[in-house]
């Protein structure tokens, strides 16, 4: 459910800073050490990072904080669905990949959506740090942010937990699945 002007009403900014508060709040082995009131106050003076929040939350991403840069000052907010966010599957990896399909297309693809909500794709190094945090994507898996020369050779990676363990696979870029979606970073 996008917003018009990338702009959320008083109400909807209310209740994103409610469901955020009460995430933070029940999760805090994602965040420990840090304070909520202090992620408010930063979120309260950049409102419009907002609505990339808000564009994670209505795609059933959950965000959440899950660090703090200490050079940069800003607070780093991951989809921690548990499974790849469900409102951001059946896609191809990028714009390349989905005007290469001649049938059967998908209706968006990973990068372009990350690009409209205002959020990065995690990479392969993200992932496996979030997977640290908890037990996600068991079900599902999630494309991962691509290095050049893979994408290059018209491939791109996806990961996923199974078995205990984080496994990095690859699919043609231009290829989607029901249970593939991807999880975005926003720093604030």
């Known amino acids: 459910m996008t917003t ?6 008083l109400e909807q900014r209310e209740e994103l ?7 933070f709040e029940k999760n805090m082995n994602r965040h420990e050490g840090l304070k909520w009131a202090k992620v ?27 660090g703090y840069d200490q050079q940069t000052g800003e607070y780093v907010f991951y989809d921690c669905s548990a499974e790849s966010p469900k409102g951001r599957r059946s896609i191809c990896y990028d714009r390349e ?7 059967h297309k998908p209706e968006n693809s990973a990068m372009d ?15 496996r740090e ?23 050779l018209g491939g791109a990676i996806f990961c996923d937990r199974r078995y205990d363990t984080v496994f990095v696979y690859h699919n043609g870029a231009e290829s989607y699945y029901a249970a593939r979606g991807f999880r975005g970073s926003l720093r604030v």
């Open 97 to 103: 990949a989905l005007e290469s399909r001649k049938k």
């Open 113 to 127: 959506m990350a690009a409209a909500m205002g959020i990065e794709m995690l990479t392969e190094e993200q992932y």
């Open 40 to 66: 408010q106050d930063k979120l309260e003076t950049n409102i419009e990072k907002l609505w990339s929040l808000h564009e994670m939350e209505a795609t059933d991403g959950e965000p959440d904080v899950v």
């Open 4 to 9: 018009k002007n990338n702009e959320l009403s």
């Open 17 to 23: 800073l409610g469901t955020l508060k009460a995430r």
């Open 130 to 152: 979030f997977q640290k945090l908890g037990n996600f994507d068991l079900k599902s898996s999630s494309w991962v942010k691509t290095p050049d020369h893979i994408r290059n």
